[in-house]
Every structure is written in structure tokens, then in C-alpha cells.
């Protein structure tokens, strides 16, 4: 089994920034995909990025690329995603989720709100 516990969500006035945290517990995640998700109101969860941990590449999505930034800390066991240039379309609930595969994704932090204010 894997915890993962977000933090960092709040809100913050467009244009600004906000750094989001995924700290991982129960087994080491090296192994895992660790990907970002996020739900708007009234909207499908959405695939933001994911990184995979002993390879080190990156994959996002069209609306953040250039955005935001997806890094890890082995020693931390913990992924963190750099929001800048905030949009109040990136309003959502942000989820972590770590994955055996890039499309499946077995565990789920409870996630955390991010309010972007034009």
C-alpha cells in the first residue's frame, strides 16, 4: 500500500503562484508513475502531469506546459508540482496519484483546493 498526502493548496490572485506537495508513505515510489490530476467544479478529473521517477522525464498537459513544474525528491519520497502564472481556470481540487502504468493509477491522495481569483 501507498499513502500519499498533498499540501499546499490555497488561494491566490491571478497570475500568481502556488507550489504543491505529495509526500508518499507505506513503500518507496521509485517504481511508480506519480502523476497529478485535477477537478474543477462540475468538470471530469483531468490528467496535469506526471513524471516517472527513475526515468526522470516529464509528460503535461497542453494547458499547463510552460506553467507549471512537476519535480521529485528521492531522499523525501515526495513529488511537487510549481504552479506559476496562475489562471482562474486552474481552479480545482488537486489530487497525487501513483501509478503502475501511465494510464492506471492505483493510489490517490485526498486531494487539495486551489482557488485562482481573476
Known amino acids: 500500500q501507498v499513502q500519499l498526502v498533498e499540501s499546499g493548496g490555497g488561494l491566490v490572485q491571478a497570475g500568481g503562484s502556488l507550489s504543491l506537495s505529495c509526500a508518499a508513505s507505506g513503500r518507496p515510489i521509485s517504481s511508480y508513475f506519480m502523476g497529478w490530476f485535477r477537478q474543477g467544479p462540475g468538470k471530469d478529473r483531468e490528467f496535469v502531469a506526471r513524471i516517472r521517477w527513475s526515468a526522470e522525464s516529464t509528460v503535461y498537459a497542453d494547458s499547463v506546459k510552460g506553467r507549471f513544474t512537476l519535480s521529485r525528491d528521492n531522499a523525501k519520497n515526495t513529488v511537487y508540482l510549481q504552479m506559476n502564472s496562475l489562471k482562474p481556470e486552474d481552479t480545482a481540487v488537486y489530487y497525487c496519484?501513483?501509478?503502475?502504468?501511465?494510464?492506471?493509477?492505483?493510489?490517490w491522495g485526498q486531494g487539495t483546493q486551489v482557488t485562482v481569483s481573476s
Open positions: 496519484g501513483a501509478g503502475s502504468t501511465s494510464s492506471k493509477y492505483e493510489y
